[in-house]
RNA sequence: UGCCUGAUGGUGUAAUUGGCAACACGUCUGAUUCUGGUUCAGAAGAGUCCAGGUUCGAGACCUGGUCGGGCAACCA
C-alpha cells in the first residue's frame, strides 16, 4: 500500500525508521495526541492530530487520544466533547479507550511519595512569588529555597497532609530536588504538585492537588508505552526535565519514551493560539468557537470544509522544525481540489437583475437539463426550469463594457448556461441609476444540447424568477488584514481584526432544487464558488456560508487593468 | 549576559547522508472549455544567512560570526 510511495521522509519518519531498524522498542510504535480540553481544537492541532495518527497508521503502530487534564481550573467536559467529535470528524481511530491523564493521578501520587522517600522531593511552603524569585532569571543562577532540606519523614507527612486537604491553596507545593543553578531554567527544582480546591471534570472533588504539566507527561506516555511523543517546539527546553523525571522512575525493560518536537502551524491573516480565539470568542468578534471565520476545526466545518481537503493540506505543508507561515492560499487550494470533485453544481444568483427574454412566449415554461458535476458522470443529471424571466448576477451586466469583458452588455451575446444564446437589446434604470431590468432576445436554434455550433464568448448562471427561492448568504473574507499577526509585538492583535470579514446577503436567488438542503450540504454555486449550507438555515428561510469563491482569472486581469 | 533551537525561490517542504538545488502553492504565457472554474502544455523565480576552512567536489562537514524563535505560571 503505502511502499508505493517513494516520498521522501520528514525528519520524524527518519527517527522512527532508525528505531524501526535498529529495533530498539522491537516493531512497536505507539504516539499520542493529547490536547488539554480547555478550548477547541484549530487547524494547528489538525496537523498534530494528521501527523500523530498518521504516523500510526504509516508504521502499523497504535495512537492514543489522550487527555491532559491535569488542570481543573481551566478544563470543562464540554470541551472533552468536542474535541472528540473534531477527531472523529476528521477521520481517525485512536486506540482502545480514550485516555485521560487524570486515569493516572494516584499511580502520579504514589510516584511523587517514592521521589520524596529517594530525596528528589521536597514541600515548599513559599509563596509562588517568593518561589518565582528565587528560581533566578535565564542569565543569574537561582537560589535554594529554605525548606530544601527538610527531613523525609517530614516532607511525607507534609505531602499527606497536602492530599487531605488540610491547606489552602497556593500555601505549599511539592517540589523536585533538581538545580537550582541550571543553565535550563526547567531544572530548577520544578513545581510537581499544587494545591488546589477545585472539582475535576471527572474525578470530581477527590483531589485537591494536582501534578503540574511536566510530572504527568512523561508518566502517562511511559505507562500507556508510547514510543514518541510529539510535541512543538515550545517544549525543546522541557526535554531534559522529561527525562530527568523518566530516569526516575522508568523500567530499563519497558518501552522508554522519546519526545521529539516539530514546528506549530502558523497560517496567514489569522490567528493560532487558543487565547487568543478563546478572546475573540468571549470578546463577540465572532459568533462563537464554530464561527466559520474562525480557524477552528469546527470553524472550518462550519465553513464547508472537507476532512479530506484538511488531511492533504497537513499532508502538503510538511513537518520540520523551523517557524513557519502558510499560506492560507495553500489551504484553499486544497479546498477547492476537493470540493472540484464532490460538489454538485447548482445556478445561484447572488446579486440579481431581472432579465426579460422579449421573444419568449409569455407562459411557456420548459426544463433544462443539466449535469449535476461535469467532474463526476456518475452524478447523474436535474432538470431546471426555464422561462421568459430570469435573474442574473448584477456584475454579469455592463452598460459600458470594456472590451475584453465576456458578458452582457448592449448588443451583446451570451450564453445561457444549459439555455440558449441571448442578445441584449435594451435595458432599464430605476431613479438612482441602478440597473433595474435587462431586455434579450434569445435564438431558439441555439438550445444547448442541440448541436449548434454558433459559439459566443460568455456564459452566465441564471435563475428562472417565478421558481426562485430567496436564501441569505454569508460571505466571508480573512479574519484579519494583515498576513503575519504576531509581526509587532507591540500592535495587539485585536488592531489587525479586518472590519469587513463578514457580509450578509439577502435575497439572494437559487435553483428551486435546493429548498431541500440540508446543514453542511456543499455545493458549488456555478462561477460563484462553493457553499454550504449553515446550521441557522430554516425551511423558511434557507442560509449559505460561502466556504471559498473560484479562482478568478478575470477579476485579476481586471483589477489590473483598472490600476 | 546564560541555555535550547533554527536559517534553502514570494510561501512551504525536499535533496537517497559529500556529486553540480527538486516538488507543491503562488505568479506569468499559451491551448481547451456551454463555469473567465477544471484540464493540458510551458515559463520566470533561489546558487542554499555571512566569512573563512577541509575536499577533485560542500546546501550538507569544521571554525567564527549574523539574524530569527523559545525558556524566568503553583498553564499546557
Not at 500510526?56 to 467529535?85: C, M, W
Not at 476528521?90 to 479507550?97: R, S
Amino acid at each position: 500500500m503505502e511502499a508505493a510511495e517513494s516520498k521522501t521522509l520528514n525528519f520524524i519518519e527518519q527517527i522512527i525508521e532508525e528505531d524501526l531498524a535498529s529495533q530498539k522498542n522491537g516493531d512497536l510504535i505507539c504516539t499520542r495526541f493529547p490536547p488539554e480540553p480547555n478550548g477547541y481544537l484549530h487547524i494547528g492541532h489538525a496537523k498534530s492530530i494528521c501527523l500523530n495518527f498518521g504516523l500510526g497508521q504509516k508504521y502499523h503502530g497504535k495512537t492514543n487520544l489522550r487527555f491532559d487534564d491535569t488542570n481543573p481550573s481551566k478544563e470543562e467536559d464540554k470541551y472533552v466533547k468536542a474535541i472528540v467529535e473534531d477527531v472523529k470528524w476528521l477521520g481517525f481511530n485512536w486506540d482502545g479507550d480514550i485516555k485521560y491523564t487524570s486515569d493516572y493521578f494516584n499511580q502520579l501520587y504514589q510516584w511523587a511519595i517514592e521521589f520524596i522517600k529517594k530525596g528528589l522531593a521536597y514541600v515548599d511552603d513559599q509563596k509562588s512569588e517568593e518561589i518565582s524569585l528565587q528560581r533566578g532569571t535565564p542569565q543569574k543562577p537561582g537560589i535554594m529555597s529554605p525548606f530544601r532540606s527538610r527531613t523525609i519523614e517530614e516532607n511525607l507527612e507534609l505531602f499527606e497532609r497536602m492530599y487531605k486537604g488540610e491547606f489552602p491553596d497556593g500555601s505549599r507545593v511539592l517540589r523536585a530536588k533538581a538545580d537550582m543553578s541550571s543553565p535550563n531554567m526547567q531544572l530548577r527544582d520544578p513545581v510537581m504538585y499544587r494545591i488546589m480546591h477545585s472539582t475535576h471534570h471527572r474525578t470530581g472533588d477527590l483531589w485537591c492537588i494536582y501534578p503540574m504539566y511536566d510530572f504527568a507527561h512523561g508518566q502517562s506516555d511511559y505507562i500507556e508505552g508510547i514510543t514518541h511523543s510529539i510535541c512543538t517546539l515550545e517544549f525543546e527546553n522541557h526535554r531534559p526535565l522529561y527525562n530527568w523525571y523518566l530516569d526516575k522512575i522508568a523500567d530499563s525493560k519497558k518501552v522508554r519514551p522519546q519526545q521529539i518536537e516539530f514546528a506549530r502551524l502558523n497560517l496567514s491573516y489569522t490567528v493560532m493560539s487558543k487565547r487568543k480565539l478563546l478572546q475573540l470568542v468571549e470578546e463577540g468578534n465572532v459568533s462563537g468557537w464554530d464561527d466559520p471565520r474562525m480557524p477552528t476545526i469546527s470553524g472550518l466545518r462550519r465553513r464547508g470544509y472537507t476532512p479530506e481537503s484538511i488531511r492533504n493540506f497537513s499532508e502538503r505543508i510538511g513537518v520540520a522544525k523551523r517557524d513557519n507561515i502558510i499560506d492560507v492560499g495553500l489551504l484553499e487550494f486544497s479546498l477547492r481540489e476537493h470540493l472540484n470533485k464532490i460538489a454538485p453544481r447548482v445556478m445561484a444568483v447572488l446579486d440579481p437583475v431581472k432579465l426579460i427574454i422579449t421573444n419568449y412566449p409569455k407562459d411557456k415554461t420548459e426544463f433544462i437539463e443539466l449535469e449535476n458535476n461535469p467532474e463526476d458522470l456518475s452524478s447523474g443529471t436535474r432538470e431546471l426550469p426555464f422561462g421568459r424571466e430570469i435573474y442574473i448576477e448584477r456584475e454579469d451586466f455592463l452598460e459600458d463594457p470594456p472590451k475584453k469583458f465576456f458578458r452582457l452588455g448592449p448588443q451583446r451575446e451570451v450564453r445561457l448556461k444549459g439555455a440558449y444564446i441571448i442578445k441584449c437589446e435594451d435595458f432599464k434604470k430605476d431613479s438612482e441609476g441602478k440597473i433595474a431590468e435587462v431586455y434579450c432576445s434569445y435564438d431558439p436554434e441555439t438550445k444547448s444540447g442541440t448541436g449548434i455550433s454558433r459559439k459566443v464568448k460568455g456564459t452566465l448562471h441564471w435563475v428562472s424568477a417565478p421558481q426562485a427561492i430567496d436564501a441569505e448568504i454569508r460571505i466571508y473574507d480573512r479574519l484579519f488584514s494583515v498576513e503575519d499577526t504576531a509581526a509587532d509585538k507591540d500592535i495587539d492583535f485585536k488592531e489587525l481584526i479586518n472590519p469587513n470579514s463578514l457580509q450578509i446577503i439577502n435575497h439572494c436567488k437559487l435553483e428551486p432544487s435546493l429548498a431541500s438542503a440540508k446543514p453542511e450540504d456543499k455545493f458549488q454555486f456555478q462561477r460563484m464558488g462553493y457553499f454550504c449550507v449553515d446550521k441557522d438555515s430554516t425551511k423558511e428561510k434557507l442560509v449559505f456560508n460561502r466556504t471559498v469563491p473560484l479562482k478568478d482569472g478575470w477579476n485579476k486581469t481586471n483589477i489590473i487593468a483598472n490600476v
